[in-house]
Every structure is written in structure tokens, then in C-alpha cells.
């Protein structure tokens, strides 16, 4: 059977580390994560065959990549069906940049040429489902994995086609979510079992987020005062201004009560008066929160997902730092910087 899109991607669920000896043993491979938009490219087959990409959601968008579509034409063969993920380069800055890459994503067809121009997009395979017109879905990932490289090789693949590094060493596993996350755009790991089938729309990978403890102002919250639901938080910019950087998760009842035996009601003049703030990343939805003085210092688990100073996911919040001051908070744009101490 042909593969034609649009195709449900396979899907990971979280886990919190790199799984011990027991799981090791059934044979899995470790991809490195990235942070970027998944998508699924298809070079067609028969006379006029075409080369279409689609979002994870299943919305074909290939004339937001017109240097994707000519370097596909230009060095794919047809009958091809690869997973992986969207990625951009920004030369100025010098590394990846998910700002470029949303704005290359919303783009219209007349403006696309001219943000390629300005962001060139790689495409970062980790996955083949197709080769040569035949569906490889029921091959095992090991097999597909090896076809997938081979891909690479007879074709002699470069920018903007690379592949996602792969290990089956644990100890490189872990080395990889320990260091490499450092680098923006990666953060951390997807598990995938050597003998797995790929079942679109399934749950059958595991990723794992490197998350780092760091610390930020508690600036507003949802719920009460004496009974917070959520914290809103903040770090100060270079001019002493404190700006948002993210929300946590529902706090726990326990929790709640315990962070609220330290909060009070903001004073005039708060930095937040006038904030909008959304319920998640991109969403229209508008939380109702209550402004409260910016004096308490939490500690919160972050991922590696910061934008323009900016946690995308929410914040895990672990307790109430009264041993240091707002001072001792990393600066606005720093990210998830090492705990205080």
C-alpha cells in the first residue's frame, strides 16, 4: 500500500529518566530531542509527482518551505515518506531559533520566499515509512533506522536533509541528555525499542526532557490569595523591571496552603498591572490571576524550552526559597540557569 498524506506520526509519552538495566535488556535505540515542529515529507510518484510536507496534525504546508520543496525535488527519490522534524537556522544569532521557525510556519506562499531567504529550514530525519513506493510501517525500527541511513548514503544527503544522532549505548544516552541539552534547540531524549513497528497516532516511544531546578518571582497567581492555584513568575530584566517568564502547574492542596501562608496583595504600581496572561503557549485563553508583591523567590523544575527569555511549558514547582532574595534570581532571558544553591 501507498502511503498518502495526510499519516497520524507515532507519539512518545513522558517519563521522567533513562530507563534502568531491566528495560535495557529488551534493545532500544536513544534519538536526541528536539525541540521543533514535527512533519512528515512525502516525494510522490508518477508523472508530475509532487513533494508535500504535513504538520503533526495532519495540515499539508509545503508552500511555507519552498527551499524544502526544491532541494526534495532536486535530491529525493520519489515514493519516499520521511518523519521527522522541522528546524531553522538563524545565521545572526548563530544557532536555532523557534521564533524564526513559528515565523516560517505562519508564513503565506508570497511571503515564504523571502523568509527562506532570511532562515533557511533543515529537515532533521528520524524515521522512514516509506522507500521506493513500498510502506515500511510493520519493518522494525531497527530495520527502518538502517534503511534510513542507507537513504543518506546511496543518495549522498546533505544540508538541508541530516539525520537525528542515534546511539544503543546508555552511557552515551545519558552523556547526550547532560550535555547536549545545552545547546539550544535539544532537550533531551526520545527511547524507541529496536523491534517496534510504527503504529501512527500510537503512544509507543518514550521522551524524556532534561528539566533543571532554577529559581523566579512569584508575581501573580491564580485562585487566593491563602489558597493560590497556579503562580505566575517573573525574573527582572536589565533595567530592574520585573517580566513574566512563565506559569507552574496547579499546585497541590498541601502546597497551595504552604505557599500561601507567604504571599500578599501587590502594592499600587505593580510591574504586572495591565498583563495578559494565556492559560499555555499560544493559546487565546486568558488566565484570571490576582497580583501579589514581588518579594517571594520560588523554586521551580524547567525544561530546555525558553523562547526569548520565555519557559513555553509550565514550571514544576518544588518550594519557597526564603533564603535568598529577588537579587539572587537569574536575569530575565537567562533560562533554566543552575539552582542558587
Known sequence: MVLRPPVDPMLAHAAESVPGPVALRAGVAYEQKLDRHRALLFTQTGP???????????????????????????????????????????????????????????????SAPALAARWPAYFVAFDLLQLGGEELLRWPYRDRRTELEKLFTDYALTAPWTLVPQTTDPAKAREWLET??????????????????????????TKIRRRDATEAIIGAITGTLTRPQLLVLGRHDQNGRLRAVGRTVPLRPDVSRQVGEHLAAADPGHPFEGVRFTSTWGSRD?????????????????????????????????????????SDVPPFGQGPAAAVG
Open 180 to 205: 547536549w541539552t545545552d545547546v539550544t534547540g535539544v532537550e533531551g531524549l526520545v527511547i524507541k525499542p529496536l523491534t517496534s513497528k510504527y503504529l501512527p497516532g500510537y503512544r509507543g516511544w
Open 286 to 326: 486568558v488566565l484570571d490571576v490576582v497580583l501579589v508583591r514581588p518579594d517571594v523567590v520560588a523554586e521551580v523544575s524547567a525544561d530546555r524550552a525558553v523562547d526569548l527569555g520565555v519557559f513555553r511549558h509550565p514550571l514544576r514547582f518544588q518550594r519557597i526559597r526564603l533564603d535568598v532574595t529577588t
Open 48 to 110: 508530475g509527482g509532487t513533494v508535500v510536507v504535513q504538520t503533526r496534525r495532519g495540515a499539508l504546508v509545503q508552500d511555507r518551505w519552498p527551499d524544502l520543496m526544491a532541494a526534495a525535488v532536486e535530491q529525493l527519490p520519489p515514493g519516499l515518506v520521511l518523519d521527522g522534524e522541522l528546524v531553522v537556522w538563524d545565521a545572526e544569532e548563530g544557532r536555532l531559533s523557534f521564533e524564526a521557525l513559528q515565523r516560517r510556519a505562519a508564513a503565506r506562499a508570497r
